[in-house]
């Protein structure tokens, strides 16, 4: 017996046992030839109310928490494999959803939506030379705004990641980029020309990215990596991946001499600029035992998320623990 099972006997014997125990008072009452019909239903109230406070008060709540979490997981799709992408706001992750798993078969993805994500389903069809993955495998993919890392942390849906103490996620992607979303006037996101010239105009570039680059820190560092493990770590969770996103931009910048010359691969010298980060999640894969992804940087990723080729070697790694 686990846990969860534990506790939901403790509840039930909490509200069942003072209920027998009620049911009896209330006959010996009933049955008794002394006492008054008045001072029975007095009795019986007094005895009655305690029991309804334990039935509708806050341990009745707690146990419809605990028999809905246990409905989930019991019916909840294991097969599914399912993966978050963590990242601040205009990091790239709803391109990258688009993107990565074009792939896929030609019917649109089932979506979800909730307050705070939206959950995209699909069917990936991989090589059976890449993965042994048989014909496809079934993912689902966890989108959010970005906001704010409570938005994950604490209000997560239990129909995706599995209730608290049984959740499901197979994998999460951590994305940052160097470069940031800007917006017009209008509220529409700049195009790659005109967010170039933004990038040269104004202070210098350098700056700029390293604006950017303090903006991912606040958003993925010790702490909120600890809050994000610990709310939703298990056993599924096999595969953590750290991507580096917008490559095609820092490139374009580079071809056009806008950056220094010690700033001349993408690949090398962006990686330098998340050590910390990387370390930390590194850390954090190996106090909880994902050794595949804690010994090595085979799970850093440096790729432009509107790319399916540069985003397939990615998936085929990422869903390597599924073959």
Avoid at 69 to 81: E, G, P
Avoid at 108 to 124: C, G, I
Avoid at 281 to 307: H, K, M, P, Y
């Amino acid at each position: 017996m686990n846990n969860r099972d534990r506790a939901i006997v403790v509840y039930l014997c909490i509200v069942i046992v003072p209920l027998i125990v009620a049911l009896g008072i209330i006959w010996l009452i009933f049955s008794s030839k002394t006492l008054d019909k008045q001072a029975a239903v007095t009795v019986t109230l007094f005895v009655l109310t305690p029991v309804g406070a334990l039935l509708f008060g806050p341990i009745g709540r707690k146990l419809e928490v605990l028999i809905d979490d246990l409905l989930i997981s019991l019916f909840i799709d294991k097969s599914i494999y399912r993966i978050l992408i963590f990242g601040r706001h205009g990091s790239g992750k709803t391109t990258f959803i688009e993107t990565a798993f074009t792939f896929i078969d030609p019917a649109d993805p089932k979506r979800r939506l909730t307050e705070n994500f939206e959950y995209r389903r699909f069917r990936v069809q991989l090589h059976r030379n890449e993965l042994n993955l048989g014909q496809y495998t079934d993912v689902e993919v966890a989108d959010y705004r970005g906001q704010t890392p409570s938005q994950v942390i604490i209000n997560n849906s239990a129909d995706f990641f599995g209730p608290k103490g049984s959740r499901v996620l197979n994998a999460i992607i951590f994305m940052v980029d160097i470069v940031p979303r800007i917006i017009d006037e209008q509220g529409n996101p700049l195009d790659d020309r005109s967010l170039l010239e933004w990038l040269n105009n104004g202070n210098k570039l350098v700056d700029k990215i390293r604006e950017r680059v303090r903006e991912h820190y606040e958003y993925i560092n010790q702490a909120s990596l600890e809050l994000l493990f610990n709310s939703l770590y298990s056993q599924n969770l096999t595969s953590v991946i750290f991507v580096i996103n917008k490559k095609d931009l820092i490139e374009k910048l580079i071809n056009n001499g806008c950056l220094p010359t010690n700033f001349s691969d993408f690949k090398e010298d962006a990686k330098p600029l998340f050590t910390r980060m990387i370390q930390n999640i590194n850390e954090a894969c190996t106090q909880l035992g994902i050794e595949e992804f804690s010994n090595n940087d085979s799970w850093i990723f440096t790729v432009s998320a509107r790319s399916a080729d540069e985003l397939r070697p990615l998936i085929v790694r990422l869903l390597q623990t599924r073959s």
